[in-house]
């Protein structure tokens, strides 16, 4: 980025821009679909937010640092958590997420089907008698 990399509003946006993916970039560097933000009335950096689908790969690279292994390498009882994590993220909403999901976790597209089913059956016999 060409802006004033030391500004302090950089300063606490980048940990965020980093975790969804986004770029950060000069005020006059942005596009019109670009994310222009503003520091008592001054435009002091833009932020180019990534596809949906480099959000998806971006999501499962993180997945995989806090767990510290690929996650192909996990047992299965973590990688359903990860299905559970992803699916609240809207990672199946990405064209073929699913499939890119399952070629991350090692397993068939069939076996995410079953973890989301069976994720979703349990939220449904939670509900109150």
Known sequence: MSGPPDHPFMT????????IGGELLAPHEARPD??????????VLAVRLPQ????????????????????AD?????????????EARGAFSVRHGVETV????GVSRFTVYNYLNRENAAKGDQSPA
């Open 12 to 19: 606490a946006v980048k940990p965020l821009v980093d975790a």
């Open 34 to 43: 670009d994310v222009v933000l503003a520091w008592e009335g001054e435009n």
């Open 52 to 71: 949906l689908s480099e959000s998806l790969d971006h999501i499962l690279a993180g997945l995989e640092r806090r767990h510290g292994m690929p996650l």
């Open 74 to 86: 996990l047992d299965r009882k973590t990688k359903q958590s990860v299905v559970r994590t992803l």
């Open 102 to 105: 399952a070629s991350a976790l």
